[in-house]
């Protein structure tokens, strides 16, 4: 019998690998209170987190609108961004609503297959940043651009077209420091989580020769 | 929490523990990790027990929900594992399993080295699975997973022999 068949029988045979105590009821309802705990505070960050600045954006363009809303430029850009943002929000919640709650509705189903599995589970990530990078690519130069256009009108003396460098200028750094920030948390929150699926998929396809 | 734990689940459960021990044990080298990916595995059975329908064997089915959570587990980071010392560090520290048994304990170190698809294939068939079933739980052809099991098999085989052979120069 070859080593592998020899340590087949001992695998089986081994009560040792399962742990000396079972586990009871109220270590169970504890362990699962804190990953339900868990699980809501990683969801809950995100959320937080990109809510938070929409409520941000909101706030800001409210009030520009309503201390300087009698000019009419003034008030065309406060509410193109309001209207800008208005259905990113709305799409933003209901994108990740649905992402949140398909994770909880969908556990492992009895006819799934890892490999399904673990597809459905890439699909779903990669959906929602999809959308996202999407997102991220047309509003944040926009709300951006509108944020440097009212600075500038509001506190700069002179009319807009003497300051077009220094506008230039300060968009650019505002792009620059959104796409670090986004590229970081895109990296750790997306990037590399679809990377490990991918490879754990290709794997799964990867016929033998 | 929703609702009770069903009485049959925690049956279910302790008749089968070792399953989730051995998934997490092949799948995380860091203890904590280990302990991290044993916790999610109960959470999703868990989830996942009102899906379960008993035509298959629980064991089936719960290899197929340990197997899903480990594929698809994320690891902590390095620097999210470092802690300040505390007097719990000062003591002894215990041996690192749950096994006695020395050649099983370097089984599993031979799978540890294993791509995370071929650690589920060779988990299965080490349960005394069938072709056909590790196929199904898989998603790959019976003809996928036969070839794959010569080579993870061959590749198994060799570890284990190298393994022995530099452990009898130690201790001769």
């Known amino acids: 019998m070859s080593t592998l068949e020899d340590l087949k029988e001992r695998w089986n045979a081994d009560r040792s690998a399962a742990p000396t105590q079972s586990v009871d009821k109220a270590a169970l309802e504890k362990m699962f209170k804190s990953r339900i705990m868990k699980h809501m505070k990683t969801s809950m960050q995100y959320f937080w987190a990109s809510f938070g600045l929409q409520v941000l954006v909101y706030a800001l363009l409210t009030h520009v609108l309503v201390r300087y809303g009698a000019d009419l430029t003034t ?21 990740f609503r649905s992402m949140a709650t398909l994770k909880l509705q969908h556990p492992t189903n009895d006819e799934d297959s890892l490999q399904h599995y673990v597809t459905r589970q890439h699909a779903l990530l990669s959906d929602f940043y999809k959308f996202k990078k999407r997102y991220e690519l047309l509003l944040i130069p926009l709300s951006g651009a509108i944020g440097v256009v009212l600075v500038f009108k509001l506190y700069v003396p002179g009319p807009l077209t003497q300051h077009w460098t220094g506008m230039l200028i300060t968009f650019l750094l505002t792009i620059i420091s959104c796409l670090l920030a986004i590229r970081s948390e895109n990296r750790k929150s997306f990037r590399e989580p679809l990377c490990e699926l991918k490879t754990v998929i290709d794997e799964f396809r990867q016929e033998a020769p | 929490m929703k ?26 080298p860091d203890p904590d990790d280990r302990e991290d990916l044993f916790q999610e595995m109960m959470y999703q059975l868990w989830k996942s027990y009102a899906n379960f329908d008993g035509l298959a064997k629980f064991s089936t089915w719960m290899y197929r ?77 019976t003809s996928n997973v036969s070839v794959r099991l010569v080579r993870i098999k061959k590749e198994l085989e060799r570890q284990l022999k190298d393994t022995l052979k530099s452990a009898s120069h130690v201790n001769p």
């Open chain 2, 65 to 141: 929900v340990c197997l899903n959570t480990a594929l698809t587990y994320r690891r902590k980071k390095e620097k999210e594992r470092n802690q300040p010392l505390s007097g719990a560090h000062d003591q002894i520290a215990l041996h690192d399993e749950q096994t006695n048994d020395h050649a099983i304990a370097m089984l599993f170190d031979a799978i540890a080295t294993l791509s995370p698809v071929n650690k589920a294939i060779v988990l299965l068939y080490l349960e005394n699975m069938s072709y056909a079933e590790i196929a199904s739980v898989t998603g790959m052809t």
């Open chain 1, 75 to 95: 008030l065309m850009f406060c509410a193109g961004g309001i209207l800008l943002h208005l259905p990113f929000t709305i799409m933003l919640m209901r994108k």
């Open chain 2, 3 to 28: 609702g009770e734990l069903d009485k049959s689940f925690l049956q279910h459960i302790n008749d089968n523990l070792g399953i989730a021990r051995k998934v997490s044990r092949v799948y995380c």
